[in-house]
């Protein structure tokens, strides 16, 4: 009798890696291709378009406009904008190549741990989690820093003998810090055990603590490089450390939370961790299943301490969880559950959020309508056709639009709306008032013309805040609301 093949067993391992590299693309694309029209997907990536438009026309970031992430992040923007213009369709497809690379180092960790199958399962994981479920659809920092971050990796796991390969391995793990700060604690935790746990001698010991520091090192020397030269290092440190561990200890008192939020993640890395020799889905002495059980605790620590759990911080954790799910995944008996069947459910069932989406341009072309979709095309044009040159705009939502309208946000810190709220971020952020309520304040006194939001109240904060009732007030006494588009509602000063 024919011995009925397992949910790994497929012809994958017959394919040349040109042939997977492209089924990544291919997948990744369909998968994300009907939101390259959308207006908004995220606040954080709205903010990152502004932020690499400041870029583009000659400010360093955090000099003209502001946000809560390292620089890197803001010279991809900025360095795609440059490239192509102002344009949606440039900046998802570059996020589309970055997720597909991404997914390619993550099929070369599987393949060197187990098989090519198993990368190659890991790698479909990743695109559908990364690119589904919530706003994964955008373009955000988590994606742009796991790009350097699973290549630092797959380097540390290939070539850590070699001091070259440990050095490029640090050089890339410090360049993904640059996007996302938070890794600093994952990546200093796998360097030390790596360090600790290895039979160095003396010299080696200090030798290869010295490549991997200076490794580290000069990837995030080369964010803070430019504002030396400008004189303005306070600038640097204010916006990218001093901010994100204000930011990181305003979060402290919801670590429990975000612990509940992901205990079934950590049974399952508990699991493959206690059981490792009775599950042998991988070999039992395999150093580099250790290190990555160890990088992947200490990702679901770093996400614990934060706080916080928004749906895309989780994309940090997938390339390197996924490994363990499939690992505990294994005991279960796949008896009905072919691989034929499994890719089906994939793309029948999974992509449902794409498939609405095609959905909906399907309907927009039969109608002869603009692929672009989304208010802030409708709101952008309103107040073009209705406004003079010298009327200012305050959007409290979809601020995409000011990059639609060729405008920088008239608040620094409200470069994001959200962080107008968080006081705590004030004293970081040089030309910025003392506190929400002054900037609030500031914001009205100059009497912008059109006030855009999504609901009658501020986006982000308590109804019950001094910032939320004065902002009420201003808009019952002095705007009208004159027009609104979908959710977007469009008042105009009296």
């Known amino acids: 009798m024919a011995r009925k093949k397992s949910l790994f067993q497929n012809n994958i391992e017959n394919q040349g890696e040109l042939f997977i590299a492209i089924a990544f693309f291919l997948l990744c694309f369909f998968i994300r291709f009907p939101f390259f029209f959308r207006d908004y997907i995220d606040h954080d990536e709205s903010t990152f378009i502004l932020m690499g438009q400041s ?290 459910y994939i793309l029948l069932l999974i992509p449902i959020e794409s498939y609405i989406e095609y959905a909906k341009l399907g309907q927009r072309i039969s109608q002869g309508k603009s692929l672009y979709n989304g208010p802030s095309f409708e709101v952008t044009q309103y107040i073009k056709d209705q406004s003079s040159s010298n009327e200012s705009s305050l959007f409290l939502y979809y601020h995409i639009s000011y990059w639609l309208l060729d405008v920088d946000p008239p608040s620094k810190i409200g470069t994001h709306p959200s962080n107008l709220l968080r006081s705590y971020l004030y004293s970081n952020v040089e030309g910025s008032k003392e506190n929400p309520m002054a900037e609030m304040r500031s914001l009205f006194e100059s009497r912008p013309s059109y006030v855009v939001n999504r609901s009658e109240r501020l986006p982000f904060g308590s109804r019950s805040s001094e910032a939320n009732k004065y902002y009420q007030k201003q808009i019952a006494e002095n705007y009208t609301l004159v027009k609104e588009f979908g959710r977007a509602k469009v008042y105009r000063r009296k």
Not at 80 to 100: E, H, N, P, Q, T
Not at 120 to 141: D, P
Not at 190 to 219: C, H, W
């Open 55 to 344: 870029l583009v026309d000659g400010n360093l970031p955090y000099t003209a406009l502001w946000d809560l992430k390292p620089p890197f992040v803001f010279y991809f923007f900025g360095a795609v904008i440059a490239l192509f213009g102002k344009s949606f369709i440039a900046i998802r497809l570059a996020g589309v190549f970055v997720i597909s690379i991404t997914t390619w180092f993550v099929y070369l960790i599987g393949k060197s741990i187990k098989s090519k199958r198993f990368g190659f399962y890991n790698g479909i994981g990743y695109i559908v989690l990364s690119s589904l479920f919530g706003t994964m659809q955008g373009v955000m920092s988590e994606h742009l820093a796991m790009v350097f971050c699973v290549a630092g990796v797959y380097i540390f796991v290939k070539g850590r003998d070699s001091l070259g390969g440990l050095f490029l391995s640090a050089v890339l793990l410090g360049i993904s810090i640059m996007f996302r700060l938070n890794l600093v604690y994952a990546i200093f935790v796998l360097y030390v055990v790596y360090i600790f746990s290895s039979k160095l001698t003396v010299r080696q010991f200090f030798l290869r603590g010295f490549i991997i520091s200076v490794g580290v090192v000069l990837a995030t020397g080369l964010g803070f490089l430019p504002y030396v030269i400008q004189g303005i290092p306070e600038v640097w440190w204010n916006s990218v450390v001093k901010a994100s561990l204000d930011y990181a200890g305003s979060g402290s008192g919801r670590m429990f939370d975000v612990a509940k939020s992901l205990l079934p993640v950590v049974i399952i890395w508990l699991t493959g961790f206690i059981y490792s020799r009775k599950i042998a889905f991988f070999q039992p002495k395999d150093k580099n299943v250790w290190y990555l059980r160890i990088f992947t605790g200490a990702l679901m620590f770093m996400l614990i301490k934060g706080g916080r759990l928004n749906g895309h911080y989780l994309v940090q954790l997938f390339p390197f969880m996924l490994f363990f799910v499939l690992e505990v995944f294994s005991l279960i008996n796949f008896k009905k559950l072919s691989p034929v069947r499994f890719l089906l």
